[in-house]
């Protein structure tokens, strides 16, 4: 079965910047789009950026300039590059991919979540 494995997140100061990675295991998959969803206490999950193979990432309008998914990822590994970190970007970060076992239908799959706290 295919697992998606977060790593990066932690406790970084306001302005500063912090990487998170998504890392697909497993075999007989393919990957057609990853994203990045967080979730703050007592809020609702809202979409971070998404991308497809070959395309172009898409950036929610409060973390535009700001947070990048590097155009060089391999095809089983997404990152997110954040910088120029605000306070309310404290949350829950998910990752998402939707991926195809098999040569069957695509299915959606998500990280663990790694928490990032941006604080003084």
């Known amino acids: 079965q295919v697992q998606l494995v977060e790593s990066g997140g932690g406790l970084v100061q306001p302005g500063g910047s912090l990487r998170l990675s998504c890392a697909a295991s497993g075999s007989g998959f393919s990957i057609y789009a990853m994203g990045w969803y967080r979730q703050a206490p007592g809020k609702q999950r809202e979409s971070v950026a998404t991308?497809?193979?070959?395309?172009?990432?898409n950036y929610a309008d409060s973390v535009k300039g700001r947070f990048t998914i590097p155009t060089d990822n391999t095809n089983n590994t997404v990152v997110l590059q954040m910088s120029s970190l605000k306070p309310e970007d404290t949350a829950v970060y998910y990752c998402t991919a939707e991926i195809v076992v098999a040569g069957g239908g695509p299915d959606e799959y998500w990280g663990q979540g790694a928490q990032v706290t941006v604080s003084s």
């Open positions: 991308t497809t193979s070959g395309g172009r990432p």
